[in-house]
């Protein structure tokens, strides 16, 4: 049983894959690498990027503006897990930062922040983007390589017992920083070696260099002194001490991804972001200015090569944002006792709107706001998104036991957007329209034109409003309430009871007039939503598709015979009658066809039909989505009666109705979604509205 275990264990396991991402050799080889291949040698933003490009990415148009959608923020590494919705245009930006880096344009000398308001996804970029830079470290065209010194069990630089000309070569030391062997090489000859390199480079994704800066850390210069001194400055015999080997990034191990979050200052220094002293060592050493006697285990020193992250950048002490000022222009950090030294590595912060307000309100941080490009990160403001979110959370197969119900999520997500948009200063259009027309819906009157316009006139929308997080809570305590316990269903009243009652305590909103405006748009997606609901019902008893047929057919008939001023064949009594006007209204007037426009209308569906003929297509009750509209509500008009439907808020229901009603709710459940608490639970809801006579003319 163990062997066969083992066996399995070993069928998962890529050998070969761990040892080239374990490969060593000499710098020579290393260097036979950079020859062949100059892409390792690349900086830390132009790796980001090329990271990020290395999942593609699509082109689109929305709004008369021309978009792109970077796969990398899907998160296909992780199947989805982070991945974001809805905020192409702030990742656009992002993107677009790390390119004019990646090419050298000055945006590499600055701080990036992401800015906006709690729960916009600010964070969960941050850590797609350390996640994507650690799988591409994995993979071939991602590969990267650092180096240790070969040197005496002490770190020092003494004979070999077998030979005196050649140093101990008898331990391994890692250079502290992760930095490119290149940096190795002396200035004067760097150069003529870069020159070679830009030859042979050609990036895929932009037109950077390949640029080395800077000397070796600390510690590193100093073994490298040590042995200049001791082969008197043969430089190629020092290299016969360096072993080269891959890295992999990765911010568990601490190799070249760095995350710094603030705490309490009394027990926080700048050491934490640019190493300390080994006090353990100096005896050893003899001095606390020994680089060997010194950890250069800073955050700022371990993320070199890769990102640094700053969680709630703003919160961190005035100290600390001094480090960063260096940290970004020059590409530098002071380590204590030690001389400037140099990294390369993408800082990234994010921030909430409060601390962001102090900053700009601060005139002692004008240097810090010089040296930071922000990026807005808004919430959603396109419903579609939005559901997105939730749905991913709250998908079926997460949620096991629980049916949720059809349009749950989406009034969540509906109430959620509202609260986030502007009120539109258009007349006579309403807040769900505008939300309506931002998630690509078409209404009379409004074009994409003045969806620009729109969104042109609230430049601010998205940052504010509900988080995503507040909508999430709701929704887990509705799943987990006694009612959905015991009917194993939860639909959208329950969520919108949990999301108004959410209200009075939430830990954000402290002013009642938002509170009430907040109460207000529930109001209003109550009634969406039953406006959503009556209108599946009226689709579920009108869903006969041999009634339509039959009332398309008659309709089509006596239109025909109208616009031709001829007479219609009666079926039953063979005589021939006048066309039936009544019934011809009773249709049109579903579709909101004014008397005066019915000739008009009749016409364009002739018309309509000779087009299709012509191109040899025959016209269906369906093919028209206008006109198919007016049959189903008609025949739901005729059924209604039939089906006595208010009966259904009665304690008796004959056998008859029972019948017809059972074969609604089938409908519902296989058309639409329900299951058979939740469908009983909507057509119970609807027939109490056409009890009260709330039938709300289409």
């Known amino acids: 049983m163990a062997s066969e275990l083992v066996n399995l264990i070993e069928s998962r396991l890529d050998r070969q894959r761990f040892q080239e991402h374990h490969w060593t050799g000499t710098f020579l080889e290393y260097l036979d690498i950079v020859g062949k291949n100059p892409?390792?040698?690349?900086?830390?933003?132009?790796?980001?990027?090329?990271?990020?490009?290395?999942?593609?990415?699509?082109?689109?148009?929305?709004?008369?503006?021309?978009?792109?959608?970077?796969?990398?923020f899907s998160d296909p590494i992780d199947h989805g897990a982070d991945g974001i919705f809805g905020l192409d245009f702030a990742l656009m930006q992002l993107v677009d930062f790390l390119r004019s880096a990646a090419e050298g344009y000055g945006t590499d000398k600055r701080v990036l922040l992401l800015h906006g308001p709690v729960g916009s996804s600010k964070s969960t970029i941050a850590r797609l983007l350390k996640k994507g830079l650690e799988h591409y470290s994995r993979t071939p065209e991602g590969a990267i390589y650092s180096f240790s010194w070969l040197l005496d069990e002490h770190c020092e630089v003494v004979p070999s017992a077998h030979?005196?000309?050649?140093?101990?070569?008898?331990?391994?030391?890692?250079?502290?920083?992760?930095?490119?062997?290149?940096?190795?090489?002396?200035?004067?000859?760097?150069?003529?070696?870069?020159?070679?390199?830009?030859?042979?480079?050609?990036?895929?994704?932009?037109?950077?260099?390949?640029?080395?800066?800077?000397?070796?850390?600390?510690?590193?210069?100093?073994?490298?002194?040590?042995?200049?001194?001791?082969?008197?400055?043969?430089?190629?015999r020092v290299m016969d001490h360096v072993k080269v080997r891959r890295i992999v990034l990765s911010e568990k191990d601490r190799v070249g991804i760095g995350t710094f979050q603030p705490k309490d200052e009394k027990n926080q220094d700048s050491t934490e972001l640019t190493g300390d002293i080994n006090y353990r060592k100096i005896a050893q050493y003899g001095s606390d200015s020994d680089p060997r006697a010194f950890n250069f285990d800073g955050e700022l020193n371990i993320a070199n090569r890769g990102i640094c992250e700053f969680i709630e950048l703003l919160k961190l002490d005035v100290a600390f944002l001094y480090d960063l000022l260096g940290a970004t222009q020059e590409h530098t950090i002071k380590p204590k006792k030690f001389a400037q030294t140099y990294i390369d590595e993408v800082i990234l912060g994010h921030t909430n709107e409060p601390e962001y307000k102090r900053l700009q309100s601060n005139e002692m941080m004008e240097a810090f706001r010089d040296r930071t490009i922000k990026i807005d990160v808004p919430y959603n403001i396109r419903l579609d998104d939005e559901i997105r979110i939730y749905q991913k959370d709250f998908s079926a197969q997460r949620i096991k036991g629980i049916h949720i119900a059809p349009h749950t999520l989406e009034v969540a997500a509906m109430w959620a957007v509202l609260t986030r948009l502007a009120e539109p200063k258009k007349a006579g259009l309403s807040l769900m329209q505008k939300l309506k027309l931002y998630n690509g819906k078409s209404i009379p009157g409004f074009t994409e034109d003045s969806v620009k316009e729109l969104k042109e006139e609230a430049p601010r929308?998205?940052?504010?409003?509900?988080?995503?997080?507040?909508?999430?809570?709701?929704?887990?305590?509705?799943?987990?309430?006694?009612?959905?316990?015991?009917?194993?269903?939860?639909?959208?009243?329950?969520?919108?009871?949990?999301?108004?009652?959410?209200?009075?305590?939430?830990?954000?909103?402290?002013?009642?007039?938002?509170?009430?405006?907040?109460?207000?748009?529930?109001?209003?997606?109550?009634?969406?939503?039953?406006?959503?609901?009556?209108?599946?019902v009226q689709r579920?008893?009108?869903?006969?598709?041999?009634?339509?047929?039959?009332?398309?057919?008659?309709?089509?008939?006596?239109?025909?015979?109208?616009?031709?001023?001829?007479?219609?064949?009666?079926?039953?009594?063979?005589?021939?009658?006048?066309?039936?006007?009544?019934?011809?209204?009773?249709?049109?007037?579903?579709?909101?066809?004014?008397?005066?426009?019915?000739?008009?209308?009749?016409?364009?569906?002739?018309?309509?039909?000779?087009?299709?003929?012509?191109?040899?297509?025959?016209?269906?009750?369906?093919?028209?989505?206008?006109?198919?509209?007016?049959?189903?509500?008609k025949l739901f008009e005729d059924q209604r009666d039939t089906i006595k439907l208010k009966n259904l808020v009665s304690s008796v229901v004959d056998d008859e109705t029972q019948q017809k009603i059972d074969i609604v709710k089938q409908r519902l459940i296989k058309q639409f979604g329900y299951n058979d608490v939740s469908a009983t639970d909507v057509l119970n809801y609807v027939a109490s509205i056409f009890a009260r006579g709330n039938v709300k003319s289409k």
Request: contains cysteine.
């Open 163 to 236: 030979d005196p000309k050649v140093a101990a070569r008898t331990h391994e030391f890692a250079c502290p920083m992760h930095e490119d062997p290149l940096i190795l090489i002396p200035k004067e000859a760097r150069g003529d070696l870069l020159q070679k390199l830009n030859e042979a480079y050609k990036p895929q994704h932009h037109g950077g260099k390949i640029r080395l800066y800077g000397e070796p850390d600390p510690f590193c210069r100093k073994i490298m002194e040590d042995l200049m001194r001791f082969y008197a400055g043969d430089w190629r």
């Open 540 to 633: 579920a008893i009108s869903a006969d598709e041999d009634a339509i047929r039959r009332l398309c057919a008659n309709y089509i008939e006596n239109v025909r015979a109208y616009t031709q001023k001829e007479r219609v064949k009666n079926r039953y009594t063979g005589r021939d009658d006048e066309p039936d006007d009544r019934l011809m209204r009773s249709i049109e007037e579903k579709i909101d066809i004014p008397e005066s426009r019915k000739d008009d209308f009749r016409q364009e569906i002739m018309n309509y039909i000779g087009a299709l003929a012509l191109d040899g297509k025959k016209f269906e009750y369906n093919t028209n989505a206008r006109l198919y509209k007016a049959l189903e509500l």
């Open 39 to 72: 892409s390792v040698a690349r900086n830390a933003y132009q790796r980001l990027y090329d990271a990020v490009m290395s999942h593609g990415f699509e082109h689109y148009r929305v709004f008369k503006r021309d978009c792109v959608r970077y796969h990398f």
């Open 461 to 536: 929308e998205g940052m504010e409003g509900i988080s995503p997080r507040y909508i999430q809570d709701k929704i887990s305590n509705a799943l987990v309430s006694r009612q959905a316990i015991e009917e194993k269903t939860i639909n959208p009243f329950m969520v919108i009871n949990e999301l108004e009652s959410g209200l009075s305590h939430h830990s954000l909103i402290n002013d009642e007039e938002t509170k009430k405006q907040y109460r207000e748009l529930l109001a209003v997606v109550k009634e969406e939503y039953e406006d959503i609901i009556k209108g599946e």
